[in-house]
């Protein structure tokens, strides 16, 4: 690549001229003296000679190669985050190659995105910085432009919890008895939304009035860790009423099931389950699963 220095009034540094992608481009070696300014030189030369035996990968390639890497470590949810931010991205700025994305765009497109979602803003950044941190690591790129860029902060609002009194109005208007069960044993262990519906036979020890939660072939707990959760009265009661129901006791059955019992009930059925009924109880309707 032709390169050549100059050194013009208006600036005491050398200054390197050179051709980037056909157009002629300026960039300050930010020496006064030429020596000095002809190291810059050279290492500038070494530095463009290897970013042009790099692999050339756009985003829609990145993002398809990326999520392949992630999809045995990381959990559904996030998967879906990392998915979901790149195709923001890449409707932001359009499938241009990973190299060309800075500091600008990135500021720019984070600024725009909490203007209209703070949250999602918040998610975008800190996906998208673990994106660029791994192709950073593959080489792809050179730097991470999120590192130069300081996570935006969203406003915190008190989440939103129901009280003993709450709950059991809410209850009072689910009608399926199933979803009374699977409720109700989540308002009184704790347990999160996916692990009550994976929980299995084999989770539950009666015995010791406990629930396990693990790691499963086609199941990993968010965190990635196993632990063990009390069941009080009521927690118990539910269970040892649903083990008998089953008519054939195999132990990888799922507790709370609706087709047949190999198949668990869906997060997003329970979810909209809880939304329709926390409506017609007239409660909070910021209420949502999580709340229990």
Do not use: C
């Amino acid at each position: 690549m032709y390169m050549y220095l100059i050194k013009e009034k208006s600036s005491p540094f050398y200054q390197v001229i050179y051709l980037n992608e056909g157009k002629r481009t300026k960039i300050t070696t930010k020496a006064i003296y030429k020596n000095d300014a002809l190291k810059f030189l050279t290492d500038f030369k070494i530095k463009i000679t290897k970013e042009k035996q790099k692999p050339v990968v756009d985003l829609k390639t990145y993002q398809v190669e990326y999520l392949e890497f992630i999809s045995h470590t990381k959990s559904k949810a996030y998967k879906r985050s990392i998915k979901l931010s790149l195709k923001m991205l890449i409707d932001f700025v359009g499938n241009i190659d990973l190299r060309k994305i800075d500091k600008r765009i990135i500021e720019k497109f984070i600024s725009l995105t909490f203007q209209r979602t703070e949250s999602g803003a918040n998610l975008y950044y800190r996906t998208l910085k673990a994106a660029f941190n791994k192709a950073e690591s593959w080489s792809y790129i050179d730097g991470n432009p999120f590192t130069k860029l300081k996570q935006p902060k969203a406003r915190k609002n008190l989440p939103v919890f129901l009280s003993e009194d709450e709950f059991n109005l809410f209850i009072s208007f689910v009608d399926k008895p199933l979803l009374r069960d699977y409720y109700t044993l989540l308002f009184n262990t704790g347990l999160r939304a996916s692990e009550g519906t994976n929980l299995q036979l084999s989770d539950i020890d009666l015995t010791n009035r406990i629930i396990r939660i693990r790691n499963k072939e086609n199941y990993s707990t968010k965190s990635k860790r196993e632990r063990i959760i009390p069941l009080n009265d009521t927690a118990f009661n539910i269970l040892a009423n649903r083990i008998p129901k089953i008519h054939h006791l195999n132990f990888n059955q799922y507790v709370f099931y609706r087709i047949a019992a190999d198949i668990p009930l869906t997060v997003d059925y329970v979810s909209k389950q809880f939304k329709k009924n926390v409506r017609r109880s007239g409660l909070n309707p910021q209420l949502h699963l999580h709340s229990l």
